[in-house]
C-alpha cells in the first residue's frame, strides 16, 4: 500500500483544496473503521481505503470525480455506511477514496404532489417523521428504518407496503454525478433543472441504469439526489411509541390498522390463498412468512424467543405450516377495514386456510402492523447469528415456486454446516415471499442459520452459492443478485456483461468508479478472451 507516497500527497493535498481539510481524512486509523462492517473477515475487504470524504453537494462530488480522473484513484460510495462490503476497498486499486455522504442529508417535501426530494444520508425514519404530520407516508424496508431513504428507493424498493404500492414504482426525478464528473438527470428534471415530478422520459429510461437489488453499486457514478413517491398515511400525525428498545412498544389506531396472520397445511394452498387476496386487492401490507421472522420480530429477548419457540404450537408450524399475515389499512376510514376483513375471512375459509389461535394473534398483531410502518429489525437485537440464504429470485407467485423447492433442496442437503437442529432447528419449509403489486410480484427466500465463522462462511461461498447460481442459469432465472457476477453470468443472460461492459466503458473510460463489483473490466478478457468485446485490457491502477 503506497501510502504516504507522493502521488498520495499530491491526492490528498488536491481533496484538501476542495473540500477544506476537515472533510477529509487519511490517517490509517481511521481507514481501519472501513475495512467491513457485522461479516466475519472472509466476507470483509482484503485492502484498506487511504481517503475518507465527506462532500456537501453534487457539485463537490462531480469536483472530486474530475479529480480522481486526472489523477486515476479509485472511488466508492455509500449512503448510511451500512453493507460495507459493496464499497469497502479492492486488493490491487491503491489510492482508493471513499465517499461518505453524512453531510448531504437535506430533504424537502412536495406535499400538494405528494413527493419528496431527498438526498443520501436521509433516513426512512427521518422523513416518515415530517410526512406523516402532513399525511403522507413513504414505504420502508424490512432492513430498517434507519436505512437511507434514497437507497431504499434505488434498490429493489421491497418495502412492506409494496404489496399495494408496486416494486420499484416509486422512483421520480434522479440527479447523479457519473465516473467522468458529467451530471445526469432523469425524466423531468433534465428539462427543467427543478421539477422532479416525473422520472421517465422518451425510449429507454436512464434510471434503469441505477437500479436493482443492489443497484450497480457506484460503478456507475453516485446518485445525488432523488424525488420519491409519497403515499396517503391514514394513521396519527405523530408516531406512537413508548420506551426504549427492546422494551419500545408502538400501537397504532385498531380500527385503522388491523392485522391477521394465518397459516396453510401445503405451499400450493398457501400460493392460492395469495393469489386471492390478490384478486381481492384487500389490505395495506401482505408477506408470507417462516415462524422464525414473526417470532423474532415481536419478542423481546432470547430467553422469551425460546420459550415461545419451544410450545407445541410454535414447532407445529416450523416443521408443517406456511404462514401469511396481512395487514388492513383504513385508507378510507374503519368501514373499509371491516369491509375488507369479511372478504379477508372468506378467502381464508375459501383456500383451506385457518387463523391462529387468538392467544397468538394477541401478543403478535399490534407489534407486526407497527413493524410493517417504521421497522426495528428487532430480531438483530438478539444475535442468533447469521441468517443466510440458499438463493431466490424476483418473478410471478407460481413461477417463486421454482426457486422455493430448489432452496429448500440445498438447505437439506448442506444441512449440516447450516443450523442441524436443536435451538436451530427452523424446519425443513421455512422460506418467504416479500410480495408486491397485489401478489403479482414475489421475491422468495429460504432461510437457515449459520455459524460466524470464517469456515461457515467459506464453504457457503464455495458450494452453496455455486450451487444455486448454476440451478438458477440451467432453469434460465435470472436473480437480480447476479449484477455481482455479470462478467460470468453473461454469456447465460443474453450476453448482458458486453452491455455492461459498453455502458461502464462509455461512463467509466478509466475503470475508477468502484472498480469490480458491477462487472469486472480488468478480467473480462481472462474469462471471455475475444468474446468479450468491448473488455478492458487494462491493468489495475
Not at 463537490?60 to 449512503?79: D, E, G, K, M, T
Not at 471513499?98 to 424537502?108: A, C, E, L, V
Not at 410454535?314 to 383504513?330: C, D, E, K, P, T
Not at 449440516?416 to 403479482?440: E, I, K, Q, V
Amino acid at each position: 500500500m503506497p501510502l504516504g507516497d507522493e502521488k498520495h500527497k499530491i491526492i490528498y493535498k488536491e481533496l484538501v483544496n476542495i473540500l477544506g481539510e476537515e472533510y477529509v481524512e487519511d490517517d490509517p486509523a481511521v481507514m481501519e473503521t472501513f475495512y467491513r462492517d457485522y461479516y466475519s473477515p472472509v466476507g470483509g475487504s482484503k485492502a484498506r481505503l487511504e481517503f475518507w470524504v465527506l462532500p456537501g453537494s453534487t457539485e463537490y462530488v462531480q469536483q472530486i470525480y474530475r479529480l480522481a480522473n486526472r489523477y486515476q484513484f479509485p472511488v466508492s460510495v455509500s449512503s448510511t455506511g451500512l453493507l460495507l462490503t459493496t464499497c469497502s476497498a479492492v486488493p490491487g486499486y491503491p489510492y482508493w477514496c471513499y465517499i461518505d455522504p453524512k453531510r448531504m442529508n437535506h430533504f424537502s417535501i412536495d406535499e400538494p404532489n405528494m413527493y419528496a426530494i431527498v438526498e443520501p444520508y436521509v433516513t426512512i425514519a427521518q422523513l416518515q417523521a415530517e410526512t406523516m404530520k402532513l399525511g403522507l407516508y413513504c414505504g420502508v424496508t424490512g432492513a430498517g428504518a434507519q436505512g437511507s431513504a434514497l437507497a431504499t428507493h434505488l434498490m429493489a424498493n421491497s418495502h412492506w407496503l409494496g404489496w399495494r404500492t408496486g416494486k420499484g414504482r416509486n422512483l421520480l426525478g434522479v440527479e447523479a454525478v457519473l465516473p467522468n464528473g458529467d451530471i445526469l438527470r432523469t425524466g423531468t428534471l433534465a428539462i427543467t433543472g427543478d421539477d422532479y415530478s416525473w422520472g421517465e422520459g422518451p425510449g429507454m429510461s436512464a434510471a434503469a441504469l441505477l437500479r436493482g437489488i443492489l443497484g450497480p453499486m457506484g460503478a456507475l457514478g453516485m446518485v445525488t439526489r432523488i424525488a420519491m413517491k409519497l403515499y396517503p398515511w391514514p394513521g396519527p400525525a405523530i408516531y406512537p411509541a413508548e420506551g426504549v428498545q427492546p422494551e419500545k412498544k408502538s400501537v397504532l389506531p385498531r380500527e385503522l390498522f388491523k392485522t391477521f396472520i394465518f397459516t396453510y397445511p401445503t405451499l400450493e394452498s398457501c400460493i392460492e390463498g395469495i393469489r386471492e387476496l390478490g384478486e381481492a386487492e384487500i389490505g395495506g401490507a401482505a408477506f408470507q412468512c417462516s415462524p422464525f421472522e414473526l417470532i423474532a420480530l415481536v419478542t423481546k429477548s432470547r430467553e422469551e424467543f425460546w420459550e415461545k419457540w419451544h410450545t407445541d404450537y410454535w414447532q407445529s408450524q416450523i416443521h408443517n405450516g406456511h404462514m401469511v399475515f396481512v395487514i388492513l389499512w383504513g385508507y378510507a376510514g374503519a368501514r373499509q377495514v371491516e369491509y375488507e376483513e369479511k372478504v379477508l375471512r372468506e378467502i381464508v375459509r375459501d383456500t383451506d386456510g385457518e387463523f391462529i389461535p387468538e392467544e397468538e394473534a394477541e401478543w403478535l398483531c399490534d407489534e407486526i402492523a407497527a413493524e410493517a410502518v417504521r421497522a426495528s429489525h428487532r430480531g438483530r437485537y438478539m444475535r442468533f447469528g447469521p441468517l443466510t440464504g440458499t438463493g431466490g429470485a424476483s418473478d410471478s407467485i407460481y413461477d417463486a415456486l421454482r426457486s422455493i423447492r430448489e432452496g429448500l433442496r440445498l438447505k437439506a442437503k448442506y444441512t449440516p454446516l447450516l443450523g442441524d437442529g436443536g435451538l436451530y432447528d427452523m424446519g425443513a419449509n421455512t422460506h418467504s415471499f416479500w410480495l408486491a403489486d397485489f401478489g403479482r410480484i414475489a421475491t422468495t427466500a429460504v432461510g437457515a442459520f449459520a455459524d460466524k465463522t470464517e469456515e461457515c462462511e467459506k464453504e457457503i461461498v464455495a458450494k452453496i452459492i455455486p450451487e444455486a447460481s448454476k440451478y438458477l442459469l440451467e432453469n434460465s432465472i435470472f436473480s437480480s443478485t447476479f449484477a455481482f457476477e455479470a462478467s460470468r453470468v453473461g454469456p447465460y443472460f443474453a450476453n448482458v456483461h458486453q452491455l455492461l461492459a459498453r455502458i461502464k466503458r462509455a461512463l467509466d473510460p478509466n475503470n475508477l468508479a468502484n472498480p469490480t463489483r458491477l462487472i469486472d473490466m480488468y478480467n473480462m478478457e481472462k474469462l471471455y478472451g475475444q468474446s468479450g468485446a468491448e473488455s478492458s485490457t487494462e491493468s489495475p491502477l
